[in-house]
């Protein structure tokens, strides 16, 4: 039997023994009477900080602790209770777990992280020999808790200046309550359950920037992750060709058999812009789409209109965050306004662009990449509005030269194409997030941003994410399942 600290863990959490070393002692614990497994939170925190802050605190959204440092464990506990139900294990699962000062600034800020203390292979039970798998898995599997004597199965830290100072995202601290209503806040229970995911195994242990194996054995993880190009399985792959397909924009998809069963009751088809029409030419087709968090989602029967520009910059973009002129308003009433990012955010350029007219929006990104999402939140928006690439908004403008000044002859239509779903490959595979510049933490650990419904594993949160990690709603649990949980 084989055991390694988990290398990447090592690098995204840094040292924690002196942490550990402050106070460890096991202050929750699911009740096996109403759980398939027994999670129990271990504090590392110090007296008078973390889980032992006494910072006096109102009751909020079920959570019912009187410190700050109550609320929190009290948050812990729901998260672990929710895991708990869901999972099957004899051996009781430890989390090491404190909150730190982490990396923050006034508008940006590290949440907190979690992953696997040890991997072990070879173990007695394994259901694959020379194969990593994460502590708790192989202690399920085993039968026996297989960690080292005294060490946790997953360690976690989050950040405990998150909100609570000017310097460290001020205004947008945790929301401790245990009710999903966290507002502006960042919901507590839901980055718990996806960081505690990761702990469970939710992550490969194989280098995924070098495609380097740890001690030449592959993780679990790396049977499923496939090359859907090449039809080439991780573990079939030299470390270069795994580092290549990291990086392969929806290149790469997880072929557990029990994710691809789920995936048609959790995934909604996907969003489609159709440009059609007599001046479209060689523009003429479907394009991938980033999907909004504001206005209305992409439906059928589509919203359609010609595309018009928004034109009002000297350059002959269009970035629509001022109300528009005359001219621009006429070009997009009754249409479908084209307009680029920058400058000011989504929901000002949906908000202008509505205001003016417009059925609805398309923005062209303003820089080479892959298509993305767009954030935001105003009720009074009521237009549906899409992302696209750079390379496509250029390739719109093209065939939008020849226009009018209220009519370009070329038709878009936004809404769903029924015969794919949101987030999968043409097998009907979910995706997994490999942009094509490779992002440290996230990169092959996380499912696609292109999922719709949004998941909890995609590599940021989301404010439509419920406390919910099974089908029809969840595909966090079917992953965990096709590994052996």
Known sequence: MKAVESSRLQRVLGALAGVAA????????????????TI????????????NDPTPVAPVG????TTLGEQRLNAFRRAADIWGATLTSSVPIRIGASFVPLSC????????????????????????????????LASKLAGQDVATPGEPHIIARFNARLGLFPDCLPGSGFYLGLDDQFGSQIDLVTVLLHEFAHGLGFQTFTDDETGAE???????WDYYLLNNRTGKLWVEMTDAERAESAVSWRGLSWNGPIVTAAVPQVLDPVSNLAVSGAAAGT???NYTVGDASFGPPLSNPPVAGQLMPVVDQPTGTGLACDPLNAVNSLAVRGNIALVDRGTCDFVTKARNVQAAGALGMVVADNQPGDVGGMSGNDASITIPSVRITQADGIRLKAALERRSRTQSGVVASLGLDTTRLAGTDSAGRILMYTPTTYSPGSTVSHYTTEAKPNQLMEPAINTDLTHEVTPPRDLTYPLLRDIGW
């Open 62 to 65: 079920g959570n019912t602790g």
């Open 105 to 136: 600034t006034a508008t940006s800020a590290v949440l907190g992280a979690a992953g696997a203390n040890e991997v072990w292979s070879d173990f007695p039970g394994a259901p694959r020999t020379s194969t990593w798998y994460p502590s708790a």
């Open 22 to 37: 402050a106070c460890a002692f096991t202050v929750g614990a699911a009740a096996p009477a109403r759980a398939a497994a």
């Open 283 to 285: 523009a003429g087709g």
């Open 40 to 51: 129990v939170i271990v504090n590392l925190n110090a007296p008078g900080v973390g889980f």
């Open 214 to 220: 740890i001690q030449g054995i592959p993780s679990i």
